[in-house]
T-cell receptor
Framework: AQSVTQPDIHITVSEGASLELRCNYSYGATPYLFWYVQSPGQGLQLLLKYFSGDTLVQGIKGFEAEFKRSQSSFNLRKPSVHWSDAAEYFCAVGARMDSSYKLIFGSGTRLLVRP | EADIYQTPRYLVIGTGKKITLECSQTMGHDKMYWYQQDPGMELHLIHYSYGVNSTEKGDLSSESTVSRIRTEHFPLTLESARPSHTSQYLC?????????FGPGTRLTVL
């Protein structure tokens, strides 16, 4: 069955430090992969997506993610975290099921940023 | 990126009331979705639509209903709200494989 795992429930980093959020997926075919960010009380904002081609994807707000097929991973990275990056981050895989297409979300990783 | 709107943003209501959560998008997207999200948890798909007069139930069973009479509008209705319906409801739309989300409605049923 299709699934997305985000192993880290919480991550705390210092402002200015680098960040990596992990995401592993289970999907039989070539996946469509997404990272979204959610600030408290808000909806989800798309950070970046991967469909095909270059496995290193650049997104908004200085984020990037790398698709590694051999590891079934799509980890999110940022070289220098800002206090405003504190939020919940969701990884998702787009999956075809029967005649429909759906996004399957991970359970999220909450990022806390120390001053 | 889609412009997608949800009203109200916050709603506190008593048990047994009928409520409708509004969702509208201005991009002409055919596909629209409703998700339910409890605090700190993942999103669960409760309804989706691939076009006018098309609605389907999602993966999470929900007592809510939806309608799609116009492309831009996808309201969700609860005929009789209960405390178990307390949650955040997120609406999304897409034209292809990427979904764009509204700001959500946080519903509290007392």
């Amino acid at each position: 069955a299709q699934s997305v795992t985000q192993p880290d429930i919480h991550i705390t980093v210092s402002e200015g430090a680098s960040l990596e959020l992990r995401c592993n997926y289970s999907y039989g075919a070539t996946p469509y992969l997404f990272w979204y960010v959610q600030s408290p009380g808000q909806g989800l904002q798309l950070l970046l997506k991967y469909f095909s081609g270059d496995t290193l994807v650049q997104g908004i707000k200085g984020f990037e993610a790398e698709f590694k097929r051999s590891q079934s991973s799509f980890n999110l990275r940022k070289p220098s975290v800002h206090w405003s990056d504190a939020a919940e981050y969701f990884c998702a895989v787009g999956a075809r099921m029967d005649s429909s297409y759906k996004l399957i979300f991970g359970s999220g990783t909450r990022l806390l940023v120390r001053p | 990126e889609a412009d997608i709107y949800q009203t109200p943003r916050y709603l506190v209501i008593g048990t047994g009331k009928k409520i409708t959560l509004e969702c509208s998008q201005t991009m002409g997207h055919d596909k629209m979705y409703w998700y339910q999200q409890d605090p700190g948890m993942e999103l669960h798909l409760i309804h989706y639509s691939y076009g006018v007069n098309s609605t389907e139930k999602g993966d999470l069973s929900s007592e809510s209903t939806v309608s799609r009479i116009r492309t831009e509008h996808f309201p969700l209705t609860l005929e009789s709200a209960r405390p178990s319906h307390t949650s955040q409801y997120l609406c999304a739309s897409s034209e292809s494989y990427t979904q764009y989300f509204g700001p959500g409605t946080r519903l509290t049923v007392l």
